[in-house]
């Protein structure tokens, strides 16, 4: 569904933009941030957070590694 998309991808634009800054790059920051949902996806059945502010922190995160 194009509207659910467009919701969760307003949801990871933070990670997004931190991502483009530190790598510098937009094709860079937007792998880092697909790495980031995945490790989400392998977590998802552990998770009880809201996944906006993990996804930032993960990103933060593979940015800095």
Do not use: F, H
């Not at 931190?18 to 880092?32: F, H, N, P």
């Not at 995945?38 to 059945?45: A, F, N, P, Q, S």
Request: charged letters at 30%.
């Amino acid at each position: 569904n194009a509207d659910t998309y467009k919701q969760e991808a307003t949801r990871y634009a933070p990670a997004i933009l931190i991502a483009r800054r530190y790598t510098g790059s937009d094709e860079e920051g937007e792998d880092v941030v697909q790495d980031c949902l995945l490790k989400i996806w392998m977590m998802r059945e552990d998770l009880s957070v809201p996944l906006d502010a993990l996804a930032v922190t993960i990103t933060r995160n593979l940015c800095i590694d």
